[in-house]
């Protein structure tokens, strides 16, 4: 089996090694603080009674269960901690392929990488939607997509790379498809707490058995790291689910849980204010200097990425290399993402110097 | 899809349910001290900038990668770090499996339950070999039990549940086995720190490109719940195994892998040392009082774990429940680890009241 893996780690290893000074705008890890209170849950963990160091629950701490399913509105049975988002979307997409109703994949395009590989990875085969040139995705394309052969429907909301954000009405119809078809919707709502649009809409707002949420404390706590993250299931798909999960990973990090759950508990509105707003004002920023170098340019609603186009510079892998060696910027190829964006190059805003970087970007494309 | 899985964190539930004092022998969770430099670790990975949050390189910190290899004798390159030696079998099996040389995994019997577990999950076939009444693997069994079907076999030394420590010449057949039958050896060495006996022998002193070694820190630094493991691989295989643990979890939890590494440098022999000693006193307290219990036990050559028989009394999930509620101690099911064992019961020698336990056990079945 030939796996496709993701760009990311290959770019972020590329501007490391570059020579020169590169301002890295390659993957979505958050350069701000992480709450106080996880720094001192770490802290409180390291001084645990040994007990404390061995396996959690394996579908995770029952009392950061119960703070998610709390806060989410579903029951902690539904819940299961994982190894990040990561590891919830492939329990999501491998649940709804082993329920044998067919074995596509709807996923749009563009599309996050992750998607397209872990359903290579599970026998499943892909079948994109293309959105607009907002992002935006029509459900009636999705409708269209679907079949009998449609095991699942994946999406993210806030979108990466297109920084869309789907309103209510989008998601309500997207359950409907999945219902329709006996297939699931997979959410991915990772950037929830970076929606700017203020019209963010969960897919557990539509009660249904055919949709599963996913979502980890990676970009909202600023910890992509430390890797908890959790899905929400219908009780009817859960425990096959669970049973994966021990049989992949056994447990999901306990210091790692301890003070996520810390840090959901102490942590106030304000923390997750702030960082939104440190990103609105860098997509003023960068989108700013964009419109001096005369690029074309994505307004994210949602997420930490712009995406730009230069004339005569396609998003290929090549070209971003070419980037972080001559301009000092690296980015993500936009051919990373799908076709439809293979002129495009991705940046995410994950850096104080995204001026100086748009300055760099002007200069070189002058 | 029905997945089997294993029985520990349900039998661990049922002692914790209990109304009176149980003392808890189910799972392999030791009960001992890790070592003040994880803990060190951990404090100081609490104080460092946002950046050292983020994900990990997919494989591995590199500077653990590398602590590893020059630990084991092989290159960085063949170490994936991953979430705990449940995700390392579990790449390991993936990875044999996805050769198409056959989807039969051969297994011992007794077994560790999650590798039938992960077997079923991973599309293969078990084919068990029996080992004999002291957990003694006879490599001429194996050979007979593989065929051009065979994609891997799976092998524990120090071995769970049976105690048993495979020499190297056993080692050496196995590989050989692989070897004539186009097949992967897997050897799960997660207990290598506590081998009583002098005699392990790790299957990397055999070199091939058809073995694969997994392995973790959860025992050997008392810290089951942290999930920092790792397989080595041959250069041939590791490409895709890294492709697939980036594709489920994209890395492994970063503070846990910065706590263990500086645990890797600074704790010396005696910390390991002083634990086998430990386990080595609860395994002839332990004994002791089941020979004055008159019951016939396995006294192992490695790993933590005790198989006692009882008569009249077997090894099944309900008489385990049973002994919860009316004996106070809590153990394993033999049945779990396979039919050759169902008249047995594992206890694990992680609580300082072996001697308590065996008392009960003694006076109960009196």
New interface residues.
Partial sequence: ?E?E??LF?HVM?YANRAEGDVIDMV?G??????PEAL??G??E???LE?????????EGLLELREEIAARRGVDADQVVVT??A??AN?LAMARAL?RDRGDEIVLTDPVYP?YP??TT?LDGTQRFVATDDKGRLDPADVREAASEETAAIVVATPNNPTGAVYPESTMAALVDVAEEYDAILISDEVYDHYDLSGEFASALGVDSSHRIVTNAFSKSM??????VGYAIFPPELVE?A???H???????????QYAVLRALRETGPDYYEANRELLRERVDTFTDALDTAGAEYTTPRGSFYVMARFDGYPGTLENVERLIDEAGVAGMPGEAFGDSRSDWLRFALVTPRVEEAARRLAAYFE
Same sequence: chains 1, 2.
């Fill in positions: 089996m796996y893996t993701p780690f290893e993957s890890n958050p350069d701000w603080e992480p720094r001192e770490l802290r963990y390291a001084d040994p007990d404390r160091f061995q396996y959690a629950p394996s190894n990040g990561g590891e492939y082993e992750y590989g872990k990875m600023a910890i992509t790291g430390v890797r096959n669970k049973s994966r021990m049989l992949v990973n056994v447990a999901t990090t306990r210091p790692g």
